[in-house]
């Protein structure tokens, strides 16, 4: 067989093995990813954001809600000088919100902002619902205060820590 014949034949089987795997996955094969918005899609997810609540009714300040009804003003990471992977990261995967997490948190944000603002700190869940349908949540955990950190009184202190 020929050179040509053989990379044709190998092209075709190649091509064919290929459309075998993204119609058995619902298009959502991608074999050299190693983003997460191609290898997670559909996987719940958990993110981090601020919002200087300082002007909030205290009624209304630890309600779980939509992104789209959220109090206050958003804070952005950028114009403080904070990463937002790392804060979202630093948020989302701290289990244990012991004195030592909640002080590198408020160091991360910059305690000076703090002097003036209050600053609610959220976790936002997002997960699919059926195969078109996205919820988003927008949990109050922590809220920072000029002298003091309060959490949310409608979470279990489970919540908080696992001990």
């Given at each position: 067989?020929?050179?040509?014949?053989?990379?044709?034949?190998?092209?075709?089987?190649?091509?064919?093995?290929?459309?075998?795997?993204?119609?058995?996955h619902?298009?959502e094969?991608?074999?050299?990813?190693?983003?997460?918005?191609?290898?997670?899609?559909?996987?719940?997810?958990?993110?981090?954001?601020?919002?200087?609540?300082?002007?909030?009714?205290?009624?209304?300040?630890?309600?779980?809600?939509?992104?789209?009804?959220?109090?206050?003003?958003?804070?952005?990471?950028?114009?403080?000088g904070?990463?937002?992977?790392?804060?979202?990261?630093?948020?989302?995967?701290?289990?244990?919100?012991?004195?030592?997490?909640?002080?590198?948190?408020?160091?991360?944000?910059g305690?000076r902002?703090?002097?003036?603002?209050?600053?609610?700190?959220?976790?936002?869940?997002?997960k699919?619902i059926?195969?078109?349908?996205?919820?988003?949540?927008?949990?109050?955990?922590?809220?920072?205060?000029?002298?003091?950190?309060?959490?949310?009184p409608?979470l279990?202190?489970n919540?908080?820590?696992?001990?």
């Amino acid at each position: 067989m020929s050179v040509q014949k053989k990379s044709i034949k190998i092209t075709l089987i190649s091509l064919l093995f290929y459309s075998l795997l993204v119609a058995t996955h619902e298009g959502e094969y991608w074999p050299f990813s190693i983003y997460p918005m191609f290898s997670k899609a559909g996987n719940p997810w958990t993110r981090a954001l601020v919002r200087d609540v300082s002007n909030t009714n205290p009624d209304e300040l630890w309600e779980t809600t939509t992104l789209d009804n959220l109090n206050g003003n958003p804070v952005s990471m950028k114009s403080i000088g904070v990463d937002q992977i790392d804060y979202s990261n630093f948020v989302s995967k701290t289990k244990e919100w012991d004195e030592k997490r909640i002080l590198a948190l408020r160091n991360m944000l910059g305690e000076r902002y703090l002097i003036t603002q209050d600053w609610m700190i959220f976790k936002v869940h997002g997960k699919m619902i059926g195969n078109d349908s996205v919820v988003v949540e927008t949990v109050p955990i922590l809220l920072f205060k000029s002298d003091t950190t309060l959490f949310n009184p409608n979470l279990s202190s489970n919540y908080y820590s696992s001990e």
